[in-house]
């Protein structure tokens, strides 16, 4: 791992500023689709038929939030 963050700190060190801001954009977009995917994954595996709620429990339940 180490070596990765090595790499890492050397390609970040080789780009201009802007193209460093593009690419955070990229790996932030990644990250967060990356981190959606987990989600919708694990829920998947603990979904149950009789877990589905309806659009009006959905949206309490998102609002609770």
Known sequence: ????RTR???LIEQLSDEDL???WNV????HCDF???KAIEQVK???QPWDIL???EA?????FF
């Open 27 to 30: 790996v932030h977009n990644l």
């Open 45 to 47: 595996r603990s979904q």
């Open 35 to 37: 981190y959606m995917l």
């Open 54 to 56: 309806t659009q009006d």
């Open 1 to 4: 791992m180490n070596l990765l």
């Open 8 to 10: 890492i700190h050397h």
């Open 21 to 23: 801001q593009e690419t």
């Open 59 to 63: 949206l309490r339940l998102l609002m």
